[in-house]
């Protein structure tokens, strides 16, 4: 057994090239579907004069049959015999490019698609540098439809060849490059009699390879309060434990204010527990009448986040309306909310060629990436992102609608 017992990866890559198909084909031979809904897959394939689509899967929405494109983030549970995993199944099309960095950054490793016939596509380089942008250095690429593609090899070696040398240009790896065809089974759970050139793992088996991020209940305890309930004579402090451990008796400090007290209880609902770690929404008590509200962060004295009102990051653009500056913006980190401005663009980026637009910028426009400094009105818990993702990324926020996704790069 690895490190962890279970594995979340995300899929990636561009609209069309197979994501759904192989998370289907996947489950299928795995054995991790029931009849009926193979059946029921089968019978909606029969009836668009198809073979057997294994993306109706998670397909399953009629609008999305009808465009072929998946709109939201899916995801999905199946094990191998050596652990379990969950699939992030994101979207590939321009328009859902929010659901994909929701998708890609709750993951703890990647995989990106590419069609072999098709090639290196403007998504394909899109997604690939927002996993960069995400902390993913490592990633398994799969080239599928290799049946489209002759099942050739010269084929495979040209279209590895584009891809090692666009990922050599963001930073990222490649842990290896496996030719499948999803929809026909080859190489995916196990060796395709049609590709005997190639000699490395199955998808399949790859995937037991891989190495789980450092978990985060061995990190230092950070909780975020989410909401304050009074029942009875309690007030009881709810949110989700990001990182660490907290335990009945454990001394505490609460952000912004600096007080320390005692947890007097950990609440869960019908479950009596003194300890709750990473991963779990609890409530929690303390010994000492002290006042938490939304927005507090629950940490251990002196192993305290960085508390500042002056933020590097990098964003993503995503809204068609443009941003400039001095417009009014509000930042959501955790369960933390202040307004913002930013107070410098370093640079506007093509996130598709990674081509440097500009240099000391007055503006973003939709599906850029911006180096930026943001001036916060209130001071904010933070972290780097690859140190703790829920306190390293944050929402941009105009008129009520999230315009921009980042992560914190730099804290000093």
Known sequence: MLQNDTLRFVIVGHVDHG???????LLYDTDSLPP????????????????????????????ERKQGITIDTTQVFFKSPKRRYVIIDAPGHIEFVKNMITGASQAEAAVLIVDAAEGVKEQTRRHSYM????????????LNKMDLAGFSEERFKAVKKDIEAWLGSINVGAEIFIPISAIKGDNVASKSENMK???????????????NRQAAEEKSLLFPVQDVYKIAD????VGRVEAGVIRKGLEIKILPSGQT????????????????????CIGITTTDSVFLERGNIVCLPGKEPIFTDRISASIFWMTRQGFEKGQKLTMRCATQETTCKVESINKRIDSSTLDVIAENADTIKNLEVAEVIIKTKKELAI???NDVQELGRFVLVQNENI??????????
């Open 19 to 25: 994501k759904s198909t192989l998370i289907g084909r």
């Open 36 to 63: 009926d809904k193979i059946e029921e897959i089968k019978k909606a394939s029969a009836g668009q004069g198809k073979q057997t689509e294994f993306a109706y899967l998670l397909d399953h929405l009629e609008e």
């Open 131 to 142: 996993l960069s942008l995400l902390g993913f250095h490592k990633v398994v690429v799969v």
């Open 197 to 211: 050139w190639y000699e490395g793992p199955t998808f399949l088996e790859s995937l037991d390879t891989l190495v």
């Open 234 to 237: 309690k007030r009881i402090n």
């Open 261 to 280: 007290t005692k947890v007097n209880s950990i609440e869960k609902f019908l479950e009596e527990t003194n300890r709750a770690g990473a991963g779990e």
């Open 383 to 385: 972290k780097n992102f």
């Open 403 to 412: 315009c921009a996704g980042g992560i914190i790069t730099h804290v000093s």
